[in-house]
């Protein structure tokens, strides 16, 4: 029953969608009251149904063990614990399209009953063109990649999922994380398709994009850096990141996000960068589909990615036409491009922000070049490249340092033009401390000139986001005199997106720290032990206690305990291990992390003689890693102050322009 009712829902959902995309249009032509708006927002709800039923239908498949189903006797196993079975959903080329089609239909659906003041006549176009991702999708899923089709004879058992996927729970946060990031950059991109459909693209439709970027851009973020967790736990190589075509390929559309949500805010308050932002919108969502087919095309072997399939080329044909066809509205509309007010040669916030997303786009196109370079001659002379992480260090940590600075000096400009000697002052005293903070980490003997710069960077950008607090603070006390904790009270209140922005900052800021420390600073050794010896790598060191072997339904397993020491007292036993699964054709390794706030000793087991007792063990001390997940829910947190909705009549969201002159720390004061 299952291998038809799957399909079924899969078939209401393509055909749901169709309806939706061809009634949107009419709507879009005949206006929100006729019969073609019913129909509409019938067929995008009836296209969730759709979805929802086939990813019903699957989990149930998955977790009664129906292995007469090809996905589940392909990923499914009898042992594997129920949570893991579950996001065994995931786990597969053809189930994570069912999650894909799940989240963008679903998205859909919140599009079309959360609509935006201002979204006016873009929003039967902006779901149009929704609709017909999620017509696209269904057919993928349906046709493509059909996860319900039956195996015969029936296997008794199944090999259960990859085991890298299952032996830590970040695998039930992370995909769907970048789902949602990913997937929820279709918004801005249908809302940049209608606004060059409507000739309509003024500041309106960045207004009604702005929440939807900010909510898939934060948990794309998560997803990243959750992805680096998930990596650093479970690989057992050491690090987070790896440079890995997939792991780029993430990243990609992060970038043009970020550099969308800096260039918003100059549109929304002067009538430029209109081109800058259309581009970006939809380079976002072109860069999600070039990941998409990365992932699932073949063409790239890494852990990440799912094997060769029937749906790569297809994924590569779409995203071809998506191209083809964004360049021909833009073509169309070239007229409607033009910036109203162009930007002042002068330094200010708006060319802060230029400058942001020149270097947030020249990173994109670095990694993007280094990631496609390799596929690219391969294509052509049959030869194979490959592009390491000394190219991407050496051609991006330029790049990211000049956007750190950019954190600690954008905030401190005013819009419109900058006043030399009182912005210098301003900078003067972050500055120099950032200077002196270089100086002394250097006199104290650390090298390596990218880290110190970014440790100074750090401290440069703390202290300008705490001067503009004190020059806002003190300003609000001048404009409404009393106690100082009521003046910072009224200035979070009157300020809290540009607060809530800063504080996104910092928790980047912390990141590069973390990501700098940790990558130049690490440390390791390797050594083969007998029951009793040591291995030792700065303050840390591990002695071998036993060797053991275990055994369970889903595998067989050799572990180390260690005793590990910091500064000669005991900190515990760790034990990393090697594992077989029965459908894996080596041994699976997992670490053992013991993690401080300043560094952690990371183990590894890399080769076991239980017999003789013998283990050869990695000792990893990484500094500062601990930070870098802990960047995570600042930045999170920033994102939901600053993205939090205020109470406000409709006709109050278009911004009232601000004198050119203005400094950033006015405060705006409302009764």
Known sequence: MRYLLGPLGLALALGCAVVATGAWALTARSGPGGRAAGWARTGTKGALFGAALAVAVMVDALVQHDFAVRYVAENGGRAVPTYYTVISLWAALE???????????????????????RAGELHPWAMSVLSLLGAFFSGLALFAGNAFDRVSPVPADGPGPNPLLQDHPLMGVHPPLLYLGYVGMAVPFAYAVAALVTGRTGPAWVAVVRSWTLTAWTCLTAGVVMGGWWAYEVLGWGGYWSWDPVENASVLPWFTATA????????????????????????TFVLVLFGTFLTRSGVVESVHAFTRSAIGPVLLGFLLAVVL????????????????????????????FLANNLLLAGLAFTILLGTTFPLLVEAVTGDRLSVGAPYFDRMTVPLALLVVLLMGVGPLLPWGRAQGHRLGRRLLPSALAGLGTVGVLGLTGLRGIPA???????????????????????????????????????????????????????????????VAASSTYSSSATQQLAVGDTVRVGDWTATLQEVHRSADDRRMSVSADLLLREDGQDVGVYAPRLSMYPN???????????????EDAYLVLTEVDPDAGTATIRLVVDPLVLWLWLSVPVVVAGAVVAGWPRRRPASADRPVPRPRGEAPDTVEVSA
Do not use: K
């Not at 599009?111 to 935006?116: C, D, K, S």
């Open 325 to 352: 066809a964004a360049g021909a509205l833009f073509l169309w509309r070239s007229d409607r491009l033009g910036d109203d007010e162009p930007l002042l040669a002068t330094v200010s916030r708006e060319t802060s």
């Open 452 to 514: 110190l710069l970014t440790f100074g960077l750090a401290v440069f950008v703390a202290g300008a986001t705490l001067t503009r607090g004190v020059l806002d603070v003190r300003r609000t006390r001048t404009l409404l005199p009393g106690d100082l904790g009521a003046a910072v009270g009224r200035t979070l209140v009157a300020q809290r997106r540009a607060y809530g922005g800063l504080l996104v900052h910092l928790g980047f800021v912390l990141a590069a720290v973390a």
């Open 584 to 598: 894996a054709t080596q041994a699976v390794g997992t670490p053992s992390v013991r993690t401080t706030p300043t």
């Open 95 to 117: 189930g994570s399209l069912l999650l894909w089609l799940l989240v963008l239909t679903g998205i859909t659906v919140l599009a079309m009953v959360r609509v935006h003041p």
């Open 260 to 283: 969308l949500l800096h260039s918003v805010m100059v549109q929304r308050r002067r009538a430029t960068l209109r081109l800058w932002n259309l581009t970006l919108a939809i380079a």
